[in-house]
């Protein structure tokens, strides 16, 4: 059985959806009721280290990490080519969703230029971890973005664990083949069965949101406009 049971979203609309910040997408999925307002994105802690508001939207392909003790058997982080068969697997774009789960998570990088570079021939975007990563500049200059807690200079012990399961970042708990949209925000995970509806519900919601935002930057402002504004975006 494939990693990814429902049908890919069409990479139109995946573009369409990400025209739109993850502060207005969180805003649209709360209008459909699939799950609560608390849950299905990443508490604060998590930054785009690379830079910029670019906006990031992929399928995840997961994997956990160890950096503080050397691998018990195999070789280093580079040496397991044997994941890359499960992100092949997964529908493009894509976003390598990497957990550390040393006790102490962050204490060395767990990805860096050259990870970059192998995760972008693989059609992957960006790397959102709860550990550290290196080589901001070189990376960034890929057009790859870095979403992680904290830099290190040194990958110290770094090595592969186990990949295609379920981890967990910045309490976003996120399954391989999980939809993710990520910003200087943070990352969110999008629902499939309602992505197709995002982009003209987002529209909606941007459009009346700045309705209220004109009439309080307006000359002609009085409180009154500011109620009936709104009271017509509900």
């Known amino acids: 059985m494939g990693i990814l049971s429902a049908m890919p979203i069409p990479r139109e609309t995946l573009d369409a959806i990400r ?8 805003n649209t999925i709360e ?4 799950r609560l ?5 990443t508490r604060p802690g998590l930054h785009c280290v690379t830079g910029g508001t670019r906006r990031v939207i992929g399928y995840a392909a997961t994997s956990r990490v160890r950096t503080s003790d050397p691998p018990v058997t195999g070789g280093a982080y580079l040496d397991r080519t044997d ?3 499960m992100v092949q697997e997964l ?5 390598a969703v990497i957990q550390d789960i040393d006790h102490h998570p962050a204490e060395a990088s767990i990805a860096g230029q050259i990870h970059a570079a192998i995760l972008k021939s693989f059609d992957c975007h960006a790397i959102v971890t709860n550990g550290a990563v290196r080589d901001l500049e070189a990376v960034a200059a890929m057009d790859f973005a870095l979403f992680a807690h904290e830099v290190s200079v040194s ?5 592969l664990i186990d990949y295609g399961g379920c981890v967990e970042i910045f309490g976003l708990e996120v399954r391989a083949g999980d939809l993710l949209m990520a910003d200087c925000h943070g990352v969110i995970s999008i629902p499939l069965d309602i992505a197709p509806e995002l982009p003209r519900a987002a529209a ?8 209220i935002i004109d009439v309080c930057q307006s000359p002609d ?14």
């Open 31 to 34: 209008r459909f009721g699939v």
């Open 91 to 95: 529908p493009a774009p894509r976003i």
């Open 37 to 41: 307002r608390n849950e299905g994105y």
């Open 19 to 26: 025209q739109f910040d993850t502060c207005t997408i969180a």
């Open 155 to 159: 990958h110290a012990y770094a090595h």
């Open 221 to 234: 402002f009085t409180p009154g406009k500011l109620i009936e504004a709104i009271q017509d975006s509900h």
């Open 83 to 85: 994941w890359w068969s």
């Open 204 to 211: 909606e919601i941007r459009a009346r949101e700045r309705r």
